[in-house]
């Protein structure tokens, strides 16, 4: 059936191009404005929590980080390893205090320079907006002085420059404002423009520290649907996509286009409700939906291979990869055998399980910003159902509010960078331990908390990965989250689109070097 979706897809893309040119689309990138560019993106609305691109708002970093307008003290390269970006150099001068030295030819768009007093002010303001951000850096006090700043912190942060580079950590202009979202950062690009859920326009920054920009204007634009992004990318709406759906590829590997593809620990992956009214409570549900979901014909045949199958909560090769864990396989008579011995038989025929005169129906959340989450729903309906579970699933922008009520939801699958710093405390700190920011199950566990605390003061690398593993095994045996799939990230642009450039850690998607020939 596959031709079938291409064909509609490449009719709907020849009776659009009409009504497309109008919307100032260019296909040479030249205007009386100079070299434009558009960009459609599936990710950039309110519902991923990038409603705009202040970086101490929810995820809105992600916004300003991709879109070049911040930037952060660290970088990473290709392999996640830090390096140096606003900051030139850094020291840990004891368990508690870093010292770090700052560019000195750095001016934020607004026209003031990025100096320590900025960058104190910019990060103390950061960790009283952002919840996320005040529990990562457990920072004291930060002193400025000159090109320099002095942090210190509460307690032991080894990862303490890995968590600067989160997009949360882009050093903007305080004293600029935060108007309509928008914020004056040290990037390539200046936004002018911004509106929530529909686009963000950005100008070229003639006094960037890093060079020239190449491009003197792009628009960004907040596309939800991949079809309709694939049709917009045909037409010559957009120029660049990123979010394309995966049937829609075929339509561009040829030599009119260019496809920048890269492996990424962004995993699909679902928690468990913990809240004694939900099915999740039961151990052996949870075990049981982690035996059911085939993680194999989901990459295979859903995605078209455009990803790889989880094991753990990270992709396998590093230190602390998910290829050192043991997680459940895809066993449908296993799972129907955990469930008869918990109790939950079909007794009226009806292919549905139930126990003490409950039916055995998980409430599945998602929503449909990241294209995978709802094939990954489809594919968790299918094979449960197989052993017996009914699912119903909720697939809605309105997913953050939703997943606040526990009444709501069974199993809530998202999308994440599960390593985004480099760094594997990131992701229990944010998803697992008791006190974590997006625990909305209610997981608990006095063994992982433990380890936490521990990794949190471990400053040798191989330690931390040991305990990272560790960690890892304990939500594992306790079935509180089950991990799909990785994602290969690919952005797809017009062949004369030059240094579109898909990053293992998902950032940096526009930068100077950004040209249309």
Not at 125 to 154: M, Y
Not at 442 to 463: H, I, N, V
Not at 490 to 500: E, F, W
């Amino acid at each position: 059936m596959k031709w079938k979706k291409l064909l509609a897809l490449a009719v709907s893309a020849s009776i659009c191009i009409g009504a497309l040119a109008g919307c100032g689309g260019s296909q040479t990138g030249k205007s009386d404005a100079g070299k434009v560019l558009t960009i459609g993106d599936t990710t950039f609305n309110s519902s991923n929590e990038e409603p705009d691109i202040n970086p101490h708002n929810a995820y809105a970093g992600w916004a300003c980080i991709r879109y070049g307008v911040g930037e952060t003290l660290v970088k990473y390269s290709d392999t996640m390893e830090i390096q140096p970006w606003l900051a030139t150099k850094w020291e840990n001068t004891d368990p508690l205090t870093w010292k770090i030295t700052l560019r000195d030819d750095v001016t934020y768009s607004s026209g003031r320079k990025m100096d320590g007093a900025s960058v104190k002010q910019c990060l103390e303001h950061l960790i009283e907006n952002n919840k996320r951000a005040k529990q990562d850096l457990k920072v004291a006090s930060i002193e400025a002085n000159g090109q320099e700043i002095i942090i210190k912190t509460t307690e032991p942060k080894p990862a303490l420059l890995n968590y600067l580079g989160d997009p949360y950590g882009c050093i903007i202009d305080v004293d600029a404002g935060f108007d309509n979202g928008i914020v004056a950062g040290t990037g390539p690009y200046i936004a002018t423009d911004m509106k929530t859920d529909d686009h963000l326009t950005l100008k070229k920054n003639d006094n960037y520290w890093g060079g020239k920009p190449k491009l003197d204007k792009i628009t960004i634009r907040t596309i939800t649907d991949g079809n309709t992004l694939a049709n917009a990318l045909q037409s010559g709406e957009v120029q660049a996509a990123y979010g394309m759906a995966y049937e829609s590829y075929p339509l561009f590997k040829n030599d009119k286009y260019t496809i920048s593809q890269i492996s990424t620990s962004r995993c699909f992956f679902g928690k468990m409700n913990f809240d004694p009214d939900s099915v999740c409570a039961d151990p052996a549900v949870r075990k049981a939906i982690s035996m059911g979901i085939d993680k194999e014909n989901f990459v295979d045949k859903l995605l078209e291979g455009n990803g790889f199958p989880a094991n753990g909560v990270f992709p396998a090769g590093s230190a602390f990869g998910g290829d050192k864990v043991t997680a459940e396989k895809y066993d449908p008579e296993g799972a129907k055998a955990v469930l008869e011995q918990a109790g939950w038989v079909d007794t009226d025929g009806d292919g549905i399980r139930e126990k003490n005169g409950k039916k055995l129906i998980v409430k599945w959340l998602t929503y449909p910003s990241r294209q995978e989450l709802p094939l990954l729903a489809e594919s968790a309906q299918a094979t449960l159902k197989d052993i017996g579970i009914a699912v119903d699933i909720n697939n809605t922008a309105d997913n953050n509010q939703v997943v606040k009520n526990p009444k709501n939801w069974d199993v809530y699958a998202m999308a994440n960078v599960q390593a985004p710093t480099g760094d594997p405390e990131y992701w229990f700190t944010v998803f697992a331990t008791s006190n974590a920011t997006k625990n909305q199950g209610k997981y608990q566990s006095a063994k992982l908390d433990g380890l936490e605390a521990e990794l949190s003061q471990t400053f040798d690398p191989a330690k931390r990965a040991e305990l990272a593993v560790q960690m890892q095994q304990v939500v594992l045996d306790d079935h509180a989250f089950v991990f799909c799939s990785f994602l290969k990230m690919s952005m797809i642009s017009k062949a004369n689109v030059k240094n579109y450039t898909s990053h293992a850690c998902d950032y940096y998607q526009i930068t100077a070097d950004l040209d249309v020939e």
